[in-house]
């Protein structure tokens, strides 16, 4: 997915209100942008690391910048490695249907059928995907952006505690027992993650739920993205550790 135009750099000040951060510019100029990101950013907020934003020419917007990407120090091996991180999480949902569209995911390549935020379930959801295809059961699919790295190359999902995360793990279950496919599919914008579990010491009840979600035949799929000041792609499946 190309940016509609290439990232502007800086260095993170701070984030603050949730939904805000200062950034530095090269030449002492502080700007405000918003931060596209409801989580804790755990491991993510490096004050003086170099980030990078978009800008949008919406003269309707009272913050026209957005914090796209930030540089995130990783321990691999022991040794500091820096990677980055997509922390807009807005952008997972276009990316993973990047992969739906090219039929390029194997476990999801023989729908050709797609819709988007559909109502679902018994506690007034919406569900990211609805697959469907000839001859084949339908299929949820719910998106979740990881960006939460320990280091030697585990990412965990959630960075904070999430009753809704629960609610849509409880909505795929029922999913799966009425006979249909059910799948979560963790959105990795984190190039210093190879693999992916759940963050049992955050929130325990999410990691229960999860565990009970695969047991019941929820589907966890994982991709990993790569990225640039130009554009951002999922490019590699990797695996998902209980």
Known sequence: MKYTHSLFEGRLIRRYKRFMADI?????VEITAHCP?????????????RVWYSSSANPKRKYPFTWEQAE??????????LAKAGLNTARA???????????AVPELCAYDKISREVKYGKEGSRIDFLLKADQAPDCYV???????????????????????GVKHLRELIRIKQEGKRAVLFFCVQHTGINKVSPA????????KTLRKAALEGVEIIAWRAIM???????????????
């Open 200 to 207: 049992e010491d955050i929130d325990p009840e999410y990691t």
């Open 24 to 28: 530095e510019l090269s030449n002492g």
């Open 93 to 103: 949902n276009p990316l993973v249907e990047e992969l739906l569209v090219k039929a």
């Open 37 to 49: 990101n409801t989580g804790s950013m755990k491991n993510c907020l490096y004050p003086g690391g």
């Open 142 to 164: 719910e998106v979740k952006s990881v960006t939460l790295a320990v280091g030697d190359g585990l990412g965990l999902f959630p960075d904070a505690i999430t009753a809704r």
């Open 228 to 242: 640039s000041v130009d554009d951002i792609a999922l490019t590699k499946s990797i695996p998902v550790l209980f």
């Open 72 to 81: 995130i120090p990783v321990m691999i091996d022991g040794k500091e490695q």
